[in-house]
């Protein structure tokens, strides 16, 4: 949407490799609906490697502490190479090149034809990322939102405090036992579709590919509908690229979706689940 | 003679327009097919007006699906590409992308792509009636494709057939050929491509490579191999485009890592009568903008009053 240079406010360290990175543009924030993403240069010179930008998920809308307008956007970054390793080792003030908010976010329920009372919102370690401005809206649009959140271990379940001050019901899960049930996330989402069989149930799912792809195989089997926020390596994030593609079964003529443009947050029956972009 | 005083307008600056096969370019920066999408995607990041030309993602005459993902992998000072000539089709890019374009000051170049001869020579049939487009550009040498294209950069022998046939097929428009790296020796390539009527050529394409990931041991592409582009390329570009404007008379597009100013000089300098700009898109989009202001401000404060004082001046050591 709008290319900016934009400083770093903050970079909070949340452990095991997860930091909250705050950045100042209120223009940009002012345009952000849930699901979307920026797309953030990790060094400070554009022309400097790493070359390509970072999609990053936006996590919340950063607000003037007085007036509550609209600041900056807040990222939830996990190092796993070496732009997200050089990105949350940025010091506050620092300068980068970043574009957005990019990209089709949720659909609310209030765009949808059928009723929806109750969203399952089910997210894996860093896949929290876009669900704390679903929640927020779902709760104005009075959707009782559920959160399934599972990780492998306790560390992995970052930043549940936002969704605790929402009030709303939160379901974790850890591969270990550390907090919450043991095993994946996917198992006590199975057993609260099994006990209530309703069709006013929509999912939202985001995490790795394996619990996306579960997520989406319940969704299925209970016939409800799933929206589920993709991953991809991106070129642009603008959709010139067409780097970033995911394989579709249902679109005729058009096997591939760009995850940039025509997501990141799509229909689960638009994925072809069998073919892994990453 | 006296000097035309309208020639020489010192307070608009330096002339920076060229002209290739006839066509005139308001300044030496254009954008690399696959790197620009259609132009319009980057119509809200900068001014397309600021530009001499688009060089469109390449267009066959049926949409391409591409190929399966991962397509993309950052390496160091670049990135590889197998996106396997994902297109919509040139039919609806006239329809639907052609007019939207129309609107902007800038030349239009189609790429275009095929995975036999007949393929190549219908898309040129098409789109040699469609008013706005101001050149193609044949390419024969896209490494991410199974066949065709690539084939046709093999040996000089095919590379000349499918220019003389192309340029048959759409007589109206000039042609330019889009030449790969991944040959012994580019010049016998650009030769049988000016023998056989190319107007100007590209040099150069992606340069294969590969990248592995050595946890789960597989590709990083899904494809295996892919091409590589960005500024890890650029001094095997600029070789091969000096190369290549030794050996040949027409026009020579330089192409490869250009992402500053001094990049694009460098290339002009070698001999390239224009530039393409292409990964820096991807990074910054307003790249190519930038560079066409960095031209007119390096030939302002350098007292050049026309680009074609700098295009192929490279100087020997005594």
């Known amino acids: ?278 | 003679m006296k000097p035309n005083p309208n020639d020489r307008a010192p307070l608009k600056g330096p002339r920076l327009g060229v002209e290739i096969a006839g066509v005139h370019f308001k300044n030496p920066v254009m954008t690399a097919s696959g790197t620009f999408g259609y132009g319009l995607e980057f119509a809200r990041y900068m001014d397309l007006n600021a530009i001499g030309g688009i060089v469109v993602k390449g267009l066959s005459m049926k949409p391409i699906p591409g190929n399966p993902p991962p397509r993309v992998y950052e390496t160091a000072s670049g990135m590889l590409n197998a996106i396997g000539w994902q297109n919509i089709g040139a039919a609806e890019f006239v329809e639907e992308k052609l007019p939207g374009l129309r609107d902007y000051d800038t030349n239009v170049i189609v790429n275009i792509v095929g995975f036999e001869l007949e393929e190549y020579l219908e898309v040129a049939r098409f789109l040699n009636d469609h008013p706005g487009i101001h050149a193609l550009e044949l390419n024969i040498s896209c490494p991410n494709v199974g066949k065709g294209g690539f084939h046709f950069n093999k040996d000089p022998r095919d590379t000349h057939r499918i220019t003389a046939e192309v340029r048959k097929a759409s007589p109206r428009l000039p042609l330019w050929v889009k030449l790969s790296p991944n040959v012994t020796d580019i010049r016998e390539f650009a030769r049988a491509a000016e023998e056989a009527g190319a107007d100007a050529l590209s040099v150069i394409n992606t340069l294969v490579g590969m990248a592995i990931d050595v946890r789960s041991r597989r590709p990083r592409l899904r494809f295996r191999t892919g091409g590589l582009s960005g500024p890890a390329i650029k001094p095997v570009a600029l070789r091969m485009v000096w190369e290549t404007c030794q050996a040949v008379r027409i026009p020579v597009i330089g192409i490869g890592g250009i992402s500053t100013t001094e990049d694009a000089l460098e290339f002009l300098i070698a001999g390239a009568r224009a530039v393409q700009v292409g990964t820096a898109n991807f990074y910054e989009p307003a790249a190519s903008e930038r560079i066409a202001l960095g031209l007119a401000e390096y030939c302002r404060s350098h007292r050049i009053d026309d680009i074609h004082e700098i295009i192929g001046s490279l100087k020997d050591y005594e």
């Open chain 1, 1 to 278: 949407m709008l290319d900016k240079k934009v400083k770093i406010k903050a970079v909070r360290d949340l452990g095991a490799g997860n930091h909250l990175i705050v950045i100042a543009s209120p223009e940009q924030a002012r345009l952000v609906r849930p699901g979307q993403f920026v797309m953030l240069k990790c060094v400070e010179n554009t022309g400097e490697n790493p070359l390509l930008r970072r999609p990053f998920t936006i996590f919340n809308i950063h607000r003037n502490a007085r007036s509550g307008k609209p600041a900056g956007v807040e990222l939830l970054v996990k190092e796993v190479g070496v732009g997200t390793r050089r990105l949350v080792s940025a010091r506050p003030g620092q300068t980068l090149d970043c574009l957005g908010p990019q990209g089709h976010g949720f659909q609310l329920p209030s765009d949808l034809p059928s009723r929806v009372t109750t969203a399952c919102l089910v997210a894996g370690g860093v896949g929290i990322a876009p669900l704390l401005l679903l929640a927020e809206s779902l709760l104005a649009l009075r959707v009782k939102p559920i959160l399934f959140y599972g990780g492998g271990t306790v560390a992995d379940l970052v930043l549940r405090e936002p969704f605790e001050r929402l009030g709303i019901d939160i379901i974790t899960s850890t591969e270990d036992g550390s907090h919450g049930e043991r095993g994946l996330v996917t198992e006590p989402l199975a057993q609260f579709l099994r006990i209530h069989p309703r069709k006013d149930i929509r999912l939202y799912a985001c995490g790795p590919w394996g619990m996306m792809r579960a997520v989406h195989e319940l969704a299925v089997g209970h016939d409800l509908q799933c929206e589920v926020s993709l991953e991809a390596r991106m070129g642009c994030g603008l959709g010139a690229c067409l780097g970033c593609v995911v394989a579709s079964p249902a679109a005729e003529g058009r096997p591939y979706l760009r995850v940039c443009q025509d997501g990141p947050v799509m229909n689960s029956r638009l994925v072809r689940w069998d073919i892994e972009p990453v």
